[in-house]
């Protein structure tokens, strides 16, 4: 079965909702569209597909051979910037209804960047810096949650 939602024949919601739930039920919760990402709230805890191990596989240039995964986004942005010789702006655009795990992935999504950004600096002062500036932006994610309300004690998920 595809990653990628453009090669549903025929593209209907019906054929694409059933991909879809195929995915999940596979333990896919990334699929991809184009070259947007659909993540799928999986109802229960997977800290293993957020590991410094799976940072490390997406962060060696080979994001595109793996599957669809929020850290593949963030390394195209990363890549996108440092390809360039003149700085270039990049966003990513993490939307849903609330609930939907918006906070969860902005925060792995920094903490991927940050993490895969200190690899890139050899000197030792460099990478106390990293490190001052990762711990500033994984400390900025309560204003994140007080600005859009989405910490959640419990939210009662209905799964397919």
Known sequence: MSHDLTSVSPLTEEQVLSALQARYEQGDI???AGFTLIAMNPCR???EIY??????????????ELPPHIFAVAEKALG???????????????SGESG??????ARNLMRYLTATT????KRRESLALVSSI?????????ILEAFGKTHF???NYQCW
């Open 153 to 155: 004690q419990h939210v």
């Open 30 to 32: 990334y699929t991809t």
């Open 51 to 64: 590991s410094d191990d799976r940072i490390s596989s997406y962060s060696e240039d080979k994001y595109d």
């Open 134 to 142: 990762e711990q500033q932006v994984l400390d900025s994610n309560p």
């Open 45 to 47: 805890s997977i800290p």
């Open 118 to 121: 200190s690899k890139l600096s």
């Open 80 to 94: 996108n910037m440092n390809r360039n010789l003149q700085p270039v702006n990049q966003s990513i655009v993490v």
């Open 100 to 105: 939907a795990g918006k906070t969860w992935t």
